[in-house]
């Protein structure tokens, strides 16, 4: 193939690739979710012998029953704390804007807010916004967990297709880089769930203690949150201080440091022992990654900057470091026989 004819080739795929951006991180969703089924799948097959598809089924079974189980034990009370959020962060809030008006820098940050909320047509045009994108995020996560099925029943019909793209003398390394992706995804997904859960379960019992309502409402969004670092915490953090200053400086006192201690023991306790043993991925890049996707893909780039971040790491450390830089990890020495 002529050189013109090779960067055009790369051009409209460069081109197919960026418009194509939300399905390719759809199909990524894909992949974590099947990641995660095998990864629930593998201490059956290999501890016990069960038979991988099998493993697989109970793995399916199991989350389902997990998720069906505190649907069917929290359910209604989350539903009633989501309904009761809605309408007490309101009224929470306009109990917040007197004292914030008393003060000149409180003033000018409320009449900007004044402003956006009064502009024409803005809150209309928000409101059918959130809904077109709940519907659109909720058709999309059914793709995904369906692909995800797929994917994690057959993973080797998907690879082998995927490695056929490739020359046959590049198929076996790739085939050991996307190897070391799986394991690195695995080991981040089984430590970002321990986190979610320890964040959540930790904020929704001190604000259960501190009297501020809602607690499982906004323990939950605080779990669910950790699953983008840095930017989601601080958000989920926003409701449950709302709340908590309509009721006074005590209050506001006592949740603030509620979070804060949640969130300083998953980064001090969790961190370190649980997930810098599994993914050594820096948090400087986490941020950093964070910031890039958000600003090149949008939402669903923030959503999944770290795994993304996660496999550029094991994509640079093989295919640059190892395969260009020739800076290979020194394979353990044999052990000492006896004499």
Known sequence: MDPPIQAAVLVVAGIL????????????????????????AGP????????????????????????SGVVWMFGHQIVLQVTTLGDLLPRAWTAVQKPLSASPLGAYVLDDLQRLRHADGLVVRTASRLIQGSASAA????????????????????????????PMPRRARAAEVL???????????????????LVGVTVGLGLWWAGIPSP?????????????????????????????????????????????????FEANVVTPLVLRQMVELPMGVTLFAVLAMGVLLGPLGVLFATPLAVVAHVLVRC???????????????????AA
């Not at 097959?45 to 199991?62: H, M, Q, S």
């Open 319 to 337: 295919l640059y470091v190892e395969d260009i830089l020739g800076d290979r990890p020194l394979a353990a020495p044999p052990p000492e026989t």
């Open 17 to 40: 690739l960026w418009r194509l951006a939300d399905v390719l991180l759809m199909g990524f969703g894909a992949v974590l979710t099947a990641i995660l089924l095998q990864g629930l």
């Open 216 to 264: 499982l409402a906004l323990g939950a969004l605080a779990g669910v949150a950790q699953f983008v670092p840095v930017i989601g915490p601080w958000v989920a953090t926003l409701p449950g201080l709302i709340l908590a200053a309509a009721q006074g400086p005590q209050a506001f006192a006592v949740t603030g440091a509620i979070y804060l201690g949640a969130s300083q």
């Open 139 to 166: 058709a999309a996560t059914v793709i995904v967990l369906f692909c995800g099925l797929y994917l994690a029943f057959h993973p080797q019909t998907y690879l082998r297709g995927a490695l056929r793209l490739l």
């Open 44 to 67: 059956l097959t290999r501890r016990l012998g069960v038979p991988r598809p099998l493993a697989l089924a109970a793995a399916v079974v199991g989350v389902v029953v997990a998720l």
């Open 179 to 197: 190897a070391a992706c799986g394991q690195a995804l695995n080991r981040w997904l089984i430590g970002q769930v321990a986190s979610m859960l």
